[in-house]
């Protein structure tokens, strides 16, 4: 059984449900995906699908098995996908079909990276109320006393402070599959996930 499939994220958008409700769901590109190597459980100890997504500029010429011998060339993703075991139609070289992985109404996580915001202040990164802002007050947007009141010169362990925001590994769990557009290779997740348009995506079976 294959666990989940790789994709890029489109972006949000919104659907009507059957009875005219708005759902609010997040696109998946899935295609361009390419199996590049077979790892089994007598050669490499565990059973997984390493799988490649060809860059833009490929996507629309016929791929040829010299390929997987330059995948930094050729590829820009080299990714792997857990397997109980090895499925006996899947050959290296062929396109990974993600429609054998999920359906509609399937229960699954999106796992991301989230977006990078550079440096920010306790106020943005950890929601800080700051000073007053009223006319004379110097304190404002300043995190405050990191100081520990018993001891001199330290500082407790795990204080927030200001720091490098984003570029978090992050998990968003029991989302369903709204829709599966075959013929543009997009599948509609219903809700938000971690990343930013054109970041990669996982999408793992639940249970």
Known sequence: MVHGFWGRKVG???????DNKVIPVTAIDASGWIVSQIKTLDGDGYNAIQVACLRKK??????QMSWLTQ???FFLWVKEITVDQVPEDIKQGQSFNFAN???EKDVVDAIGVTKGCGFAGVIRRHGYAGGPRSHGSN???KPGSIGFMCA??????GKPM????GVKRRTTKNLKIARIMLDDNVVLVQGSMAG?????????KCG
Request: glycine share 8%; aromatic share 12%.
């Open 71 to 73: 995948k930094s060339k």
């Open 162 to 165: 200001p720091g490098h925001m």
């Open 12 to 18: 949000m958008t919104q659907i009507f449900s059957e």
């Open 152 to 157: 001199t010169g330290k500082v407790i362990k």
């Open 58 to 63: 490929y996507q629309n010429e016929s791929f």
């Open 101 to 103: 992985t999920v359906k």
């Open 139 to 141: 304190f404002k947007r």
């Open 196 to 204: 930013k348009p054109g970041s990669l995506i996982y999408v793992r």
